[in-house]
């Protein structure tokens, strides 16, 4: 080889080599980002805004009005009234905690805009035994003064009817109490039994999407999808709205994110990666405007069976795909675990008030199947 060869070559090798060292390093930003998902976000959904669904827009979410007669503590920037917790997130959402929030004024705002939110709650196979707590708690608590409609997603309709005689008086009291108010409506889904208690949670999804298409959408506001076995203890109303809400799961809210129970398989559509991750949100609570809990649904349901097909269920079902869901789609309000607690944790000293928490269940009793 003469010496000119030699010299092109070795230079053509010293151009090539850092030039596919580039490519290199390019493609593996690219497959990393890819399937952590900043490109591709999880599978779409099919069109959340096909004709099916045809939203109107909601003026009150944009414009606040509050009484001119209302008189109330004054606000301070720099005096804090909870200086124990964080009240906002990185993305400058309101974490919700009691004593941040002036509740009379916040109720004066939302009242004379009349709106209304309807509530999901399942109760299918032996789960239909909470439904009396939880609605005659939710006729004490949830959103009082305002139009409140239940939907029961249930395969025992009787005992459904049973329960609603018996809560009867109580569901009622509203009204006789505040006239200005109504009381609880509640409306009885039927839908199929099931023998895993994995589908039955997993099917959630796919039923709120399709409620919202067939009955809500240009007749309710906002909507809080919640578990049925569970109480209402506090106030649970209007401090809660927002566009999309999601509640802080209590039992990982002093973790490091690697340890949150998320979805740590690459080939799941619910995959988080370990170095990601806000925080880590129940699924059995969350809700919002019905297009942004629509497009939340139709979303997780579109995921959960894109994996079903790979025969992959997420570690915590649709908990998972909502936790994914939540980590591109930043929730606009986020509620601590004052609003989702469980009864079996002794309550943490942040934790001022328990406005809503899971009761102790004998899991075997209950589910049929362990
Ligand atoms: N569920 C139901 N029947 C079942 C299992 C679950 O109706 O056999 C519904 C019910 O609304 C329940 C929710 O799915 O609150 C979630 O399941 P579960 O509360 O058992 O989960 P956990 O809160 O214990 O994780
Ligand atoms: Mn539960």
């Not at 003469?2 to 580039?22: D, E, G, N, Q, Y």
């Not at 707590?133 to 409609?149: I, P, S, W, Y």
């Not at 839908?191 to 009955?215: C, D, F, H, Y």
Request: aromatic share 12%.
């Amino acid at each position: 080889m003469s010496f000119k060869m030699h010299l092109l070559t070795s230079r053509t090798v010293a151009v090539i080599l850092p030039v596919l060292l580039l490519l290199g390093m390019l493609y593996s930003y690219i497959w990393r980002h890819y399937r952590d998902g900043i490109f591709g976000q999880e599978v779409r959904p099919a069109d959340g805004s096909s004709s099916r669904v045809d939203f109107t827009i909601v003026n009150h979410w944009f414009h606040l009005v509050a009484s001119d007669y209302l008189e109330y503590q004054q606000p301070s920037i720099v005096q804090g009234s909870r200086t124990d917790v964080v009240t906002v997130t990185p993305w400058l959402a309101p974490i919700v905690w009691e004593g941040t929030y002036n509740p009379e004024l916040l109720d004066s705002i939302y009242r004379p805009q009349n709106i209304s939110i309807a509530a999901t709650v399942f109760a299918v196979g032996k789960y239909t035994k909470f439904l009396r707590d939880f609605l005659e708690t939710a006729e004490q608590h949830f959103f009082v003064g305002f139009k409140v409609h239940v939907y029961v997603f249930t395969d025992r309709p009787k005992e459904v009817h049973q329960v609603k005689m018996a809560s009867g008086r109580q569901l009622f009291k509203r009204a006789a109490v505040d006239s200005a108010s109504s009381p609880l409506q509640l409306t009885v889904v039927p839908v199929p039994g099931s023998n895993r208690w994995q589908e039955i949670s997993a099917r959630r999804m796919e039923l709120i999407q399709t409620l919202i298409e067939e009955k809500l959408q240009n007749h309710m506001d906002y909507i809080f999808c919640l578990d049925v076995d569970s109480k209402f203890h506090g106030r649970w109303g209007t401090e809660s709205l927002g566009a999309l809400v999601a509640v802080i799961h209590p039992g990982y809210y002093r973790d490091d994110r690697s340890k949150f129970p998320y979805e740590r398989r690459p080939e799941s559509t619910a995959y988080v990666a370990p170095r990601k991750g806000d925080f880590y949100y129940c699924g059995g609570a969350f809700g919002g405007l019905l297009q942004e809990v629509h497009r939340l649904a139709n979303t997780c349901r579109t995921n959960f069976e894109a994996d079903a097909k790979k025969g992959i269920e997420a570690a915590w079902q649709e908990e998972s795909h909502l936790n994914r869901y939540m980590l591109i789609n930043k929730p606009t309000k986020v509620l601590s675990p004052e609003y989702l607690w469980q009864d079996f944790k002794p309550r943490n000293p942040e934790v001022r008030i328990i406005r809503f928490s899971g009761v102790i269940k004998n899991y075997a009793d209950i589910r049929p199947n362990v």
